[in-house]
């Protein structure tokens, strides 16, 4: 079994900057492709990144290219969503989830999630 823990999330400004982490444990022999996603109060969730096993691909929402980047360090077993320039509207709980394919909508596993509110 693989276990997720998302970290980092909490109350930042407009136009603030969070990194998020997901730290991997468990069943940990192979490296998964790993996705971001985040569910806003009242909304369907929405998967905002991806990242292949190796780390030489990524995707991003349309939502948050340009704003956030994500990489890994395989060595630490954990993924990383380095988040600037945040809005109001980013506001949601985050989710990393782990996965056989590629960017699937449909991940393997899933973390608890961490809330990152923005707000002034």
């Known amino acids: 079994q693989l276990r997720l823990v998302e970290s980092g999330g909490g109350l930042v400004q407009p136009g603030g900057s969070l990194r998020l982490s997901c730290a991997a444990s468990?069943?940990?022999?192979?490296?998964?492709?790993i996705g971001w996603f985040r569910q806003a109060p009242g909304k369907e969730r929405e998967k905002i990144s991806c990242?292949?096993?190796?780390?030489?691909?990524?995707e991003y929402a349309d939502s948050v290219k340009g704003r956030f980047t994500i990489s890994r360090d395989n060595a630490k077993k954990t993924v990383y969503l380095q988040m600037n320039s945040l809005k109001p509207e980013d506001t949601a709980v985050y989710y990393c989830?782990?996965?056989?394919?590629?960017?699937?909508?449909?991940?393997?596993?899933w973390g608890q999630g961490t809330q990152v509110t923005v707000s002034s």
């Open positions: 989830a782990a996965s056989s394919f590629y960017c699937s909508n449909y991940p393997n596993y």
């Open positions: 468990g069943f940990t022999s192979r490296n998964y492709d």
């Open positions: 990242i292949s096993s190796g780390g030489g691909s990524t």
